[in-house]
């Protein structure tokens, strides 16, 4: 769409549960990260390449809610080596499970 609008909040605190059960993990110092997404793309006009899209209110769009768990180390300056789970809120719905390396370039 031509408009796109999303928001997330984590709470992150030290891991002190799998770092019990699993020793090697204390090296990387990991974070418990809990989080919820939400967000929505929509087009508010037609773009002039395609000018048969649908449009749509704000107040009408669909909004996608995820929510979810991971394990977070921060593996230097600049890169975090992330590893979870998030769920789509609606009934039925099964984990999508992800590893993630991120880095500040």
Do not use: C, H, M
């Not at 059960?21 to 967000?39: M, R």
């Not at 921060?74 to 991120?102: H, I, K, P, Q």
């Amino acid at each position: 769409g031509n408009r796109l609008l999303s928001g997330a909040v984590e709470f992150r605190e030290a891991d002190n549960l799998l770092s019990t059960f699993v020793p090697l993990l204390k090296s990387f110092d990991p974070q418990l990260v809990e989080f919820f997404d939400i967000g929505s793309a929509w087009y508010a006009s037609a773009p002039t390449n395609n000018p048969d899209v649908t449009i749509t209110p704000l107040a009408s769009t669909e909004w996608l809610k995820t929510a979810g768990v991971a394990l977070r180390s921060e593996l230097g300056f600049v890169f975090a080596l992330e590893a979870g789970a998030g769920w789509e809120l609606v009934y039925g719905a099964s984990a999508d499970w992800y590893v993630r390396l991120t880095g500040l370039f």
